[in-house]
């Protein structure tokens, strides 16, 4: 994916300065924060958070 802030925010509904506060290390309310894994996940992007940290995962239909 080559999404710009831009982009993200308006899969997820949010304004782009929201966006970028959270680039900038804000932590998002738990509303913004699932409507951005809810775009994500619309994509098929999974993200993950464990003991190691969070990452990403593109799931796969075979």
Known sequence: MKWST??????SGRA??????????QVPRPATEARI??????????ILQGPEGVGAILALNL
């Not at 831009?6 to 899969?11: E, G, I, N, Y």
């Not at 894994?37 to 999974?46: E, H, Q």
């Open 16 to 25: 782009s300065t929201n966006v970028n506060r959270i680039e900038a290390g």
């Open 37 to 46: 894994l809810a775009a994500f996940a619309g994509t098929g992007v999974a």
């Open 6 to 11: 831009r982009d993200l925010a308006q899969r």
